[in-house]
């Protein structure tokens, strides 16, 4: 997700729909790897992004949390699940913990949604639509071509960008519902269970490890979610 404030510093001043050609594709990152580094707690994952991580590594989400592949923050105010940057020997920040030694994505084909649209980022309208941006110069390297944003989100039928905007609205209008809702709460007991409901509903709660059967799945959980959250 990228935020409204501080757009100035780091768009082209562009806003793209997914039909739109953007130059953003690199001819390959040949073991560049330059952003899977130092980003701290930024990839933040989705529902589906725990679902792909699955997949890819057999591990459940309470598994890869206690192997340290991703870690729980507070981001706005809910505990959600980020890719862990390994230490390196001194203490410091490293790499993602898929990085191969070759510099390569070792879990290409399931990586979260953020990294799928880097250098792109997603912002959203007021009435919790969203569109597309470029991060200026965030991909380090020269000489990108044109590419349209669906297809450089491997978004490669009508079906799969329905299912994908569907999706996202969903999820993004859960959060925002939940953040005003745990701004009424009184007390931090209160906070903590609809944290804790968010957790394990979204995350700890396994998916059917099938996109078309996960998007359903996740249309269930999201209406139940909603029903307790009606008039927030
Ligand atoms: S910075 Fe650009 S070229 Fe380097 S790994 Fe990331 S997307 Fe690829
Ligand atoms: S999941 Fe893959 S693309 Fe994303 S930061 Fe890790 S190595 Fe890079």
């Not at 790897?33 to 309470?62: N, Q």
């Not at 569109?131 to 450089?152: F, H, M, T």
Request: net charge neutral.
């Amino acid at each position: 997700m990228i935020r409204e404030e501080g757009l100035d510093a780091i768009w082209d001043g562009r806003y793209y729909s997914g039909s739109d050609l953007v130059r953003c594709a690199s001819a390959g990152c040949s073991g560049c790897s330059a952003c899977c580094h130092f980003t701290s707690d930024t990839i933040i994952l989705d529902p589906l992004d725990v679902m792909r991580l699955e997949k890819a590594s057999g591990s459940s989400f309470l598994e890869l949390l206690e192997a340290d592949r991703i870690q729980l923050s507070v981001t706005d105010g809910l505990i959600l699940p980020h890719i862990r940057m390994k230490e390196t020997p001194s203490g410091g920040e490293g790499g993602c913990p898929w990085l191969t030694e070759e510099g390569r994505c070792g879990i290409h084909a399931y990586r979260p949604d953020l990294c799928r649209l880097f250098p792109l980022g997603r912002v959203w309208n007021e009435d919790g639509t969203f569109r597309y941006i470029l991060q200026k110069d965030a991909c380090v390297r020269p000489g990108k071509s044109k590419v349209e944003v669906n297809k450089w989100l491997g978004l490669t039928t009508k079906e799969k960008v329905e299912d994908d905007r569907i999706f996202h609205e969903r999820w993004h209008g859960l959060l925002v519902k939940m953040r005003r809702k745990m701004a009424l709460l009184e007390t931090d007991q209160q906070r903590s269970a609809l944290s804790l409901y968010l957790l394990r509903n979204f995350y700890e709660r396994r998916w059917i490890a099938d996109e078309a059967r996960f998007y359903r799945q996740f249309s269930i959980r999201c209406n139940q979610a909603g029903d307790g959250l009606e008039g927030v």
